[in-house]
Structures are given as C-alpha cells and as structure tokens.
C-alpha cells in the first residue's frame, strides 16, 4: 500500500457503527485510545479490552461528526464486539449497529457511504465497504498479505485476541493513549507501562525456503520461543508474524521454523 496507485480488495470486514450524542465519551470509555482527540475524517488504531486487559478486538475507530463514530475490524466479528460494548450502554444516548462482513477496498481516494481512513497502511489510505473496484490498480490478495505482515499490522482475531495483552501487539505509540484517563482495562496496561513488561512481542519474521502454517512454533536451540499467527510466501521464502519471547525478539536472530531457517526482521 506504498504506492498511491495500489488497491487492494479485502473480504470479511465488519463494523460497527455508533450514533448519538454519546458515542464519543462512549467508544473513549471502552477503548484503548483517545479517540475524542478525533477531528472529523480522522481515525486511529485502537483495542477494546475487558477487564483484565485481554484484547477482545482490534481495529480503527473513524470519527464521521461529533455524533457519528465507525468502529472497522479486519474480522467477521462486530457480532462479537457489539455483544461487548451493549453490555456497558447502560443511560448513554448512543445506538450500535451492526455493518455485516463485506468486501472493502482499501487504497487512498476511495470513497462510499461508509469510508474508514486505516492509516496503518500508509498516509490517505482508506478502507471503504462495497467501493467501486480500482481495475487494473488492484494488489493480489498474496501482495496484500506480504504489504500487511511486512508492515507488522494484525489481523484482529488471527494475529491478536484475546489470549493477548494489548502490550504484546506491540503496536503502543499506534493504539494506546497513557495519558486520556480511566476506560476498560486500563489499570492492567498502567501497571505493565509503570511496573512490569510483557513476555511476548509481535514480530515480523523472515523464513527461508518455505511457509510454515499458523500455529507453528518458532525454535532456538531446540526450545520453543515463539508462535506464528499467519504468514504468506515471499519469492526468498516466506514471511510471518508471530510472537517471539521478548529476549529473542530483536532483529537479526536466527531461529528455526519447521526445521527451516528464519530470522526476526528490522522493525
């Protein structure tokens, strides 16, 4: 998604769409983000946790107006994430509706009723639900995989649920706010900025010679210190992400995939 002439077509997205008066303070309470810090037309990357931290969905929450917020997730699963937030809406003046799974195209310039600017793939670039094709500017569904993992962005319910921290994602300086103040989860993310550290990191891993399937541990030494959570071939081999044990997650360290050699790539 470097370049302003490539698109890319994405199957199974969902949203959530929240309206009223409240949506703001709302999504703020529940999210890991600033998002009433959101101009019209912004967005930013965000985890909505419970309260013990683990991340319960991953995705861009996009600020339409001041009573109009989108909530996309790279999943089929707003059913799960609408389950979560309707459990907190208690008096607030806000309605949740559910945006089905759906084909989005993602790519700077596109535009439909429902557009989502997904700024992790670049500058400009928008996510927008059931968008008319960009023909012959269109990304492989293969090219989109190795621009996502390459870019160390996970797919919310394959690369990131809620066996994680939001921490683990690694993706801090992107969709945690430490200054906003109190929202669901909160106190655990505090206590590991403040106190501790997390044991497992994201990271983008480069495989020689083949494609290790999900699940797949990552080896040093004939011990286990990591685990892919998806990859794609490459024409050099293969790249995935997967979380590594912090002390072996820094670049440049070789490990073993299904007997295979592998290496952590540069941030």
């Known amino acids: 998604m470097t370049s302003p002439d490539a698109y890319a077509r994405v199957e199974g997205w969902s949203a959530i769409e929240a309206v009223g008066r409240d949506a703001g303070k709302f999504l703020q309470n529940l999210c890991t983000n600033d ?6 037309g912004e ?31 790279s999943s089929d699963h707003c059913d799960r994430l609408h389950a979560h937030l309707d459990r907190y809406l208690i008096r607030e003046k806000v309605d949740l509706k559910l945006v089905p799974p759906g084909v ?14 997904v700024d992790a793939f670049g500058a400009g670039v928008v996510a927008a639900l ?9 990304m492989t569904a293969e090219a989109f995989e190795q621009t996502r993992i390459a870019l160390r962005v996970p797919l919310d ?31 655990p ?21 083949g494609t290790p399937l999900p699940g797949v541990e990552l080896m040093l030494d004939a011990k286990p210190v990591g ?28 490990l073993r995939v299904d007997g295979l050699r592998a290496a952590i790539a540069p941030a």
Not at 35 to 40: E, G, N, P, S, Y
Not at 131 to 138: C, F, N, S
Request: glycine content about 10%.
């Open 43 to 73: 967005s930013c990357e965000a985890m909505f946790l419970d309260v013990k931290a683990h991340v319960q969905a991953y995705g861009w929450v996009s600020r339409t107006d001041a009573e109009r917020y989108v909530v996309l997730l």
């Open 227 to 254: 685990r892919v959570t998806s990859s794609v071939a490459t024409e050099g081999g293969a790249i995935a992400l997967a979380y590594v044990r912090r002390e072996h997650s820094g670049p440049g360290g070789e």
């Open 130 to 138: 059931d968008a008319e094709a960009v023909e012959g500017r269109l």
């Open 189 to 209: 993310v505090a206590r590991i900025d403040a106190l501790g550290r997390v044991n497992w990191l994201l990271r983008c891993v480069r495989i020689e010679d």
């Open 35 to 40: 998002v009433l810090k959101l101009a019209d």
């Open 104 to 117: 989005w195209t993602i790519g700077r310039g596109v535009a439909s009723a429902l557009t989502v600017r």
């Open 157 to 187: 319910g394959v690369d990131v649920d809620d066996r994680n921290l939001p921490q683990e994602v690694d993706r801090n300086d992107r969709s945690i706010s430490f200054t906003k103040g109190c929202y669901l989860g909160q106190e």
